[in-house]
């Protein structure tokens, strides 16, 4: 069981109600987006239910792994999930997925005032056992520095925003989004990532209906509101 509690988390990651029969999974890189879309769907009249935690929690919880926050034990099975590619490479592979689409690209930024990642003396990383861009960060660090003793790993993005605010480290990974949104000044990674979207084999129509608006003008207008490459 992957336990989440921690004294600053509200269950702000989980949005809908808990015994609706569509369950999506989508990667906390899109954390931002998520108002615009639970609004979305409210305003189509779907029901729902969505996690949105590093994506690889949701992996494991794909796979029956169960999460615990405080005394709340949520095990819950996707119909449709949004993950970075190599995950849903293994999906498809699995013959797991009906569906299976591009979603979003997102670009790999350090916030910080330095202009080169090996010259902060604290870098604020988010934790390279969950979150995708942390491991992808730390493999580039590693070749272009050899150095970890200057890296701190967060367990939540927040974290680095306000050790960022509040001068405790130099430096924080995360997206350019993210970091725009922010108003942190920073450096692009060169690195970009593909998000995917796809859907569980036995979908029912509701499901399909979610994938389709999904895949919507309005939803692409969303993701450009918040920084966000549409795919």
Known sequence: MIDLTSSSNNLEDIWGNIDANLTI?????LKEFLPKLVKIFDDNYISY???????EILFKQIFNEKIKIGNLIINKSPKIV????NQMKAL?????????????????????EKEDICKPN????????????????I????????????IITTNE?????????????????MWEHQAKLNGFKYMDMNKTITLEI?????ADKNTLNAYEITNSIEFRRALDSVEIIGD
């Open 82 to 85: 949004v993950l970075p590619t």
């Open 157 to 173: 993005l927040k974290e680095i925003y306000y050790l960022l605010k509040e001068r405790k480290v130099e430096a924080g990974i």
């Open 139 to 150: 493999d580039i660090y590693q070749i272009r520095c050899k150095n970890e003793n200057k």
């Open 122 to 137: 604290s870098i604020a990383v988010p934790n390279p056992q969950y979150f995708t861009i942390g491991s992808i960060f």
């Open 198 to 202: 796809g859907v569980f084999k036995g």
């Open 49 to 55: 239910f969505i996690e949105s935690f590093p994506s």
């Open 92 to 112: 498809k592979e699995w013959d797991l997925l009906l569906l299976k689409r591009s979603y979003a690209k997102l670009r790999m930024s350090m916030a910080t």
């Open 25 to 29: 999974f989508f990667d906390n890189s």
